[in-house]
């Protein structure tokens, strides 16, 4: 058995860098009975340090949609999947004629890089900022797309357009667009975690909230949504939990131990 959960909206409120008391332990009963629990998230490197304590033994964790693989013990990057500037510029040119006014940032395993009109939400100190042909200047995990007026649905849908099959559109966060390298989901990450591992995909039970989770969640042998998730995770959940709020993951969780 393996449990693999996505943190922000699902384990933790959006944003939050603490896990609750009682969600803590009951990661620390799973950590001792020798299950895994991990975490499969959108968040980048630089937002993590938080839940390192929080691992467990097995050590690994899953971030950037997918795109980087870590081990926590050892501070190392496992696998990094991404997007090299070349063709990234390239992707960047085609939405900003098929969505003027985009801003633009390039998120890199050692931090994030923003256009001259990027605001930025969670950054806390200086960031290189500039043209992106000039600070883009190693492997990408993910390419940020935000827009001050385009409504986010829109945004998501034209964007998705200009991108086409050359590398994975999604989205966390109403207004924000994330585009991984071509096939990076978080699905994928967690399928060669898990083959690594020798745990079959009927035996992962996933826990989400919003669309980026959906490959996850379809591809798990069981998918569990909490109670406030976007209505796409909803409809693809086998079961639900609990809203976040209320600590629905470890709820779950809790039972799903009890009865083992």
Request: proline residues 7%; hydrophobic residues 45%; contains cysteine.
């Amino acid at each position: 058995m393996l449990v693999a959960t996505d943190l922000d909206g699902t384990l933790v409120p959006d944003a939050g860098d603490v896990v609750p008391d009682y969600t803590a332990g009951v990661l620390r009963r799973f950590d001792e009975a020798g299950i895994p629990v991990v975490f499969v998230t959108g968040r980048p490197l630089r937002r993590m340090d938080g839940f390192w304590p929080h691992v467990g033994a097995h050590g690994l964790a899953v971030v950037s949609n997918g795109a980087v693989t870590f081990d926590v013990a050892e501070r190392r990057i496992v696998s990094l999947s991404g997007i090299e500037p070349a063709p990234g510029l390239a992707l960047v040119d085609d939405i900003a004629a098929a969505v003027p006014g985009s801003w633009f940032a390039v998120e890199c395993d050692d931090g994030v890089r923003l256009d001259p009109d990027y605001v930025q939400t969670y950054t806390s100190g200086p960031v290189p900022r500039g043209p992106l042909p000039e600070v883009w200047d190693r492997t990408a995990v993910k390419l940020l797309v935000r827009h001050p007026e385009v409504e986010p649905v829109e945004l998501q849908e034209r964007v998705s357009d200009a991108v086409g099959e050359r590398a994975t559109v999604t989205w966390s966060v109403s207004g924000l667009v994330e585009i991984s390298a071509a096939g990076v989901t978080k699905a994928s990450a967690l399928a060669t975690l898990c083959e690594r591992l020798g745990v079959p995909a009927a035996d992962v039970t996933a826990f989400g909230d919003m669309p980026n989770d959906l490959a996850m969640l379809g591809w798990a042998g069981t998918a569990v949504a909490v109670a406030d998730a976007h209505e796409s995770v909803l409809a693809a959940a086998d079961r639900v939990a609990p809203p976040c709020r209320e600590e629905g993951v470890a709820r779950v969780l809790e039972e799903l131990l009890d009865r083992a």
